[in-house]
């Protein structure tokens, strides 16, 4: 599957690049953003490209440098929340953050996609518990606050029962598993369908908590002002209604502060062309703020 990234052209308008500029890419997933983003700080720009798939950050880093061998590009492995550390104490002219998973984590066999593969939903192999062990060990009060919260589900607390009671005769550690059996409270609930899979808002709830996702977005906000040079911009695309009332209230309260203003005061969306080429663009907003 190839990863397309989410309100590109709209990414690079609002962030304002030019030549020479430093920038970072703080979800570098395939190098999507980056790609275009190379092209309009060339030459003598400066790139550093953060993610947490170890394999992402190889290929990505390879396939940038067979592209643009003269240029100024480092793709590091590790979480957008320690930009800091990477950049040594310097500043950067530009950010982005796409807060989507990849596209191309559906193949990697990992449980983000609703196939027959192990539920971990880890970026990062290393960090963290897989998702299995959440659905298995979490108590049916817990499994439902999670679902209802991180993902918004209405029908949390009965698709938390049926996988309390389903783990009874065995643990549950596969994808299309926890997918079926989501599916099948919605089949006996409700007899039209959506085009979206009925596990997708406990997908995304266990993804988010399995990765500290809203932890991450509240540390990384915190640093702009300490890493954004004056007059640079900060791209901030996210797809969950929590992340983007993170975002929008900092970005508020920076300019509120004076340490910015609003490049955008209401959230860009993808158009509907966008949308039918990229289906999973479809809940992206995006937010752009400059410090000052």
């Known amino acids: 599957m190839k990863h397309i990234p989410v309100l590109l052209h709209e990414v690079i308008e609002g962030l304002a690049l030019q ?24 030459p003598k720009g400066s790139l550093l490209g953060i993610d947490l798939d170890a394999s992402l950050v190889e290929m990505t880093q390879k396939n940038l440098l067979e592209l643009y061998p003269d240029e100024d590009i480092c793709v590091l492995q590790g979480s957008y929340t320690q930009v800091q550390e990477f ?13 989507g998973f990849s596209s191309l984590h559906m193949e990697g066999g990992r449980g983000f996609s609703f196939e027959d593969e192990t539920l971990d939903m880890r970026y990062d192999t290393n960090r963290g518990i ?33 996988i309390c009671e389903k783990r009874k005769e065995s643990p549950i550690t596969k994808a299309q598993e926890l997918s079926e059996l989501v599916a099948g409270v919605y089949r ?21 908590v399995v990765n500290g996702e809203l932890d991450n977005v509240a540390t990384f906000l915190s640093l702009i002002p300490e890493i954004l040079s004056k007059g640079g911009r900060c791209a901030i695309i996210s797809f969950h209604s929590l992340e983007d009332r993170m975002v929008k209230h900092t970005f508020h ?3 509120k502060e004076g340490k910015g203003r609003r490049i955008t005061k209401k959230p860009i969306v993808p158009l509907r062309e966008e949308i039918i080429n990229n289906p999973r663009s479809r809940s992206a907003k995006l937010r752009i703020f400059e410090h000052i």
């Open 19 to 42: 030549k020479g500029m430093s920038v970072v890419d703080g979800t570098i997933n395939g190098g999507g953003h980056s790609r275009e983003i190379l092209t309009c700080i060339m």
């Open 87 to 99: 950049l040594d104490g310097k500043q950067c002219q530009a950010i982005v953050l796409d807060l």
């Open 130 to 162: 897989p998702a299995y062990q959440i659905i298995n060990t979490y108590q049916e009060e817990e499994l439902s606050e999670l679902f209802f919260t991180y993902g918004e589900e209405p029908l949390s607390r009965r698709i938390a029962q049926v």
């Open 188 to 208: 006996r609930k409700f007899k039209t369908h959506s085009k979206k899979h009925p596990a997708t808002r406990v997908f995304q709830a266990l993804r988010i």
């Open 253 to 255: 309260q920076y300019e």
